[in-house]
């Protein structure tokens, strides 16, 4: 039988499992690729560091371009992590004619067009399902199942940890800092949680599907992008009372003729599959113009799932048929790429909370505000101040008042803000959020 | 460019579907194909009759025979369903050398090894991504996606009708019958229901899953397979009551290395996904031995739906995929193929609905029977008789009487259920459904 000589770069969480699968199925694989798939060598950052997967010291180096030059290798799995050294990985294995496969969502949303025109030119083929949604097959649902359909909208969770700790604050009752602390020691979040709470990792992840779905090269500096790092408890459970969860939402959108683009904290209805999903699971909701609604859901990350979608994609190279797709790939989406809305004139509801003095005129002051800028209230929550409390001479109650806006554009919203920082009655930092369609 | 030609036999109303999809979006298609996608030929029953979509008459034929024989068509989309003459024509097209298409889940269930036989033997491909689940791409996640895993359980909604009238029983509060009538009114259901009610066309589809996830082949008389049509609104919403919605769930799962396998009205608990599919849409829940839980939803029939699918097929067919994947299909599944779990000795929890007298020592008789048959309840509960009932002189009330079993064997459950078929006290019929793990 045929074999597949594979160098996997990076030996960390993903890199173990997916030599796991390598290994301890190997019968079964070969099965299923035609091949023996055959982990030749593997680079790691110390090979004298314990690992959690039994391989031979022979079969490792702490040199990854050894492997990306190694004339028996046909696939190099890169799996390191990180833009820079990642890149010169990559590029090595494409120069020296190896079809590559990465997890890395930076790599192909930073460097993805100039990558792959570099495969292109060596008739070598990138695979990155596993970049995107863990065990979601995105990608290929985008590339293959949806063919016969323009995407018209997008709409996804797709960082794991973000989605678990809003799940970990609102059925726990805890902070977020208790949430990411929780996260952290579980493994969901980094020992530095940046990337995953402020937006950038779902921002970039959506740039990849963007480009696959609708052939727009976007990199998340293109358009808005916030994390869940300000969200309050009291967001999610007031949002929870009128009827929403709030998910960290990357959208995608056609709007006559022009591309809606954000990552954000947004508030969707309890009754739409998107706002049940709880936990490190990811779901994507496709709108084609043909099949209508599809979702995907499935673990966002952690060490099997993605693993798995990484030996998918071995499993594809060897049958050949990803080479078939990858030659496709440069042709898809929008023909021309399509371009983008500008953020001010994005159209959709919002919420606001302020944090108020519970005294006459409040209401009326934001009200102006708000109405002076065009933007008309669909509903208001005002919450009485506990009973309780003692107050200084003088002092008036400190009390939440949520609004609900009727639809109207970003820009008006980002004009009215600026108006209510000059209002004494609202104590900063006061909320607005996004509502999905 | 090239181009790829194509024979549609039935243009009904997912043939017109894909008639639309291939007309309108010409150039789209192609630059995705990277060959043009013709429709070169269409056989119809009736060539005078009008149709939705705008074909010269010339195109037209009535007889399909002339379609499959046709030296210049590449592929044969087979969309005329039934299975007689629909395997007539799947065998003639691929013994005159043309790939095959087709959304007919009967004649793959029934027919599909031989079928594929005969494509292998000359070199062809059948592609049936349509005939499962309409717009979600089931085949494909299970073929390649999942291909690093071994699937070791499977539980889907695939029955696009059943659920729509289970959803409209409940959530309308109306009887079966009427919202079987509903679905006929809407076209979800057809003027002779059975094949989707009584639980055939579910069946069927799980049989093929099985068939990809396993390597089992099996048709619908091998595994407990029943339908929709004795239920009652009443369990509808005790079920409800309990933290449960039933729907019509087909289940294959390893247990123990044997497969489990039926299609059954289940008890799902209300926080799953699967439960919370409503109306015509179906889903599938795959668990995969490294991806773990993964989800796949959209709309389970209807034109367009189905349409995408065939059209998704056709373009991997026009860019080889197709038959790269199919030449791998004989492959699939567990290796040898896993041997079925005797009905009798599967194993879940059971809800049971009596209808009974009002008087001492009716739940004694029963729980007696179940007891003695080491069924262990769970939890009773039984409803009070109206009190406003006026009743003949020694007559009692009639009152609904619910319990849950612990888990216990389907062999038990038969056996008790002929004991309780003695029992005077139980007015007929009395209901039995299953309750998913």
Redesign the interface.
């Known amino acids: 039988m045929d074999a597949l000589r594979i160098g996997i770069v990076g030996l960390g969480t993903v890199g173990s499992?997916v030599a796991h699968?390598l290994r301890d199925?190997a019968?079964?694989?070969a099965?299923?690729?035609?091949k023996q798939l055959i982990i030749h060598r593997v680079a790691v950052r110390d090979i004298n560091k314990p690992r959690g997967v039994d391989l031979p010291q022979s079969m490792l180096t702490e040199d990854p371009l050894s492997i990306t030059t190694d004339p028996d290798i046909d696939v190099v799995v890169e799996l390191m992590g990180g833009v820079d050294l990642a890149s010169k990985v990559v590029r090595s294995a494409l120069a020296n004619r190896k079809h590559v496969v990465t997890a890395n969502k930076a790599l192909i949303c930073q460097y993805g067009p100039e990558l792959f025109q570099l495969a292109r030119e060596n008739d070598r083929t990138i695979c990155f399902?596993a970049a995107v949604a863990g065990?979601?097959?995105i990608i290929?649902?985008i590339g293959?199942?949806?063919?016969?359909?323009?995407i018209t909208s997008l709409q996804a969770i797709i960082n794991g940890t973000s989605n678990f700790i809003l799940t970990q604050m609102f059925h726990q009752n805890v902070s977020y800092d208790d949430a990411v602390r929780e996260a952290q020691e579980i493994g969901y979040a980094e020992a530095d949680p940046a990337m995953d709470v402020e937006g950038t990792d779902a921002a970039q992840k959506l740039g990849i599907l963007t480009q696959l779905a609708f052939g727009t090269s976007v990199t998340p500096d293109h358009f808005p992008v916030q994390g869940i790092n300000t969200l309050a408890l009291d967001d999610l459970k007031y949002a929870d009372e009128l009827g929403y969860a709030i998910k960290l939402l990357a959208t995608a959108k056609l709007v006559e003729g022009r591309l809606e683009l954000h990552t954000q904290p947004t508030l969707i209805r309890h009754q739409r599959?998107i706002a049940?999903v709880d936990g490190p699971y990811n779901?994507i909701e496709l709108t084609?113009d043909?099949?209508?609604?599809?979702?995907?859901?499935?673990?966002g990350a952690?060490q099997?799932?993605t693993?798995?979608?990484?030996?998918?994609d071995?499993?594809?190279l060897a049958?050949?048929?990803a080479q078939?797709?990858f030659?496709?790939l440069d042709?898809?989406g929008g023909?021309p790429p399509v371009s983008l809305q500008p953020a001010e004139e994005i159209e959709r509801r919002y919420y606001f909370r302020f944090t108020v003095e519970d005294r006459p005129h409040v209401i009326a002051d934001i009200a102006d505000v708000l109405g002076r800028n065009e933007i008309s209230l669909a509903s208001i929550i005002q919450k009485e101040a506990p009973e309780t409390d003692e107050l200084a001479a003088g002092a008036y109650p400190i009390v939440p008042l949520m609004f609900m806006t009727h639809r109207t554009r970003e820009g008006l919203i980002r004009k009215a803000a600026e108006e209510l920082k000059n209002l004494s009655c609202v104590t900063t930092p006061w909320v607005c959020l996004p509502v999905a369609d």
Chains 1, 2 share one sequence.
């Open positions: 499992g699968i199925h019968e079964r694989n099965l299923r690729a035609g399902e065990g979601c097959p290929a649902a293959q199942a949806m063919a016969g359909n323009q599959p049940q779901m084609g043909a099949v209508g609604k599809a979702w995907f859901s499935a673990m952690g099997m799932a693993a798995s979608a990484v030996v998918a071995i499993i594809d049958i050949g048929r078939l797709t030659q496709k042709l898809w023909h």
